[in-house]
């Protein structure tokens, strides 16, 4: 695009960090339907929040189509340029100084790696929530699965529509063998590590 300037901010993120106690991150969340993502994130948001104080956004698929990305369907194109407009608000959110948790199940490799390159390094943690697609089917909360095997539903992630697992997560997390809690305490206990943030324990 032609005519444009981007203006510069006089605030830097270097700024915005020092005032909030912890770094900024982007938890991207990947998986299938069913496979645990948004209730892990919530619970992650939750954790983060209230027991470490820390500044945090979540960004959740059903909410993102029904605002920002209701223009968009469910076809190759259109799944590429959801993640990318999401790709855009967090790296906006990242450079405010939060925490971005984002939960969608983003299936082409190629898109998740696009946000991780805009964004600067180290500050893309991709979240794996490895679940065998039997497994999603027999959870099926929103009974997508069922309508996608009756043609009811087209494109459909994983019936219709490929998935493709990422090849080096930050964190794979086997939500058909832990729970919630236990997946949350994995994702604060890498945090930690990193130093993201500090304990809470003196």
């Known amino acids: ?16 960090t020092a005032i909030k106690g912890h770094k900024p991150l982007v938890i991207w969340f990947t998986g299938l339907s069913g496979s ?3 209730s892990i994130a919530n619970e992650l948001e939750q954790e983060l929040n209230q027991q470490f104080l820390v500044h945090t956004y ?10 920002l990305n209701s223009d968009l369907g469910f076809s190759v194109e259109d ?30 490799r190629q898109e998740r790696d696009k946000v991780r390159r805009i964004l600067p390094e180290t500050s893309f943690c991709e979240v794996f929530v490895d679940c065998p697609l039997e497994i999603c089917e027999q959870r099926d909360p929103k009974g997508l699965y069922a309508a996608a095997r009756l043609g009811q539903i087209s494109q459909f992630t994983g019936i219709s529509a490929p998935y493709e697992p990422p090849l080096n997560p930050e964190i794979v997390i086997h939500s058909d063998h832990i729970s919630i809690k ?15 943030m500090q304990s809470t324990i003196h």
């Not at 695009?1 to 915005?16: F, S």
């Not at 979540?58 to 605002?67: A, C, E, Q």
């Not at 236990?182 to 993201?196: G, M, N, P, R, S």
């Open 79 to 108: 799944r590429a340029e959801n993640i990318r407009r999401i790709g855009e608000v967090a790296k906006m959110m990242l450079d405010a100084g939060l925490i971005v948790i984002t939960a969608f199940i983003s299936p082409y």
């Open 1 to 16: 695009m032609t005519n444009l300037t981007p203006h510069p901010h006089q605030i830097d993120p270097q700024a915005r």
């Open 182 to 196: 236990e997946a949350v305490k994995q994702i604060i206990d890498f945090l930690l590590a990193k130093e993201i």
């Open 58 to 67: 979540l960004l959740d698929g059903d909410n993102v189509r029904s605002g």
């Open 36 to 38: 645990g993502k948004s």
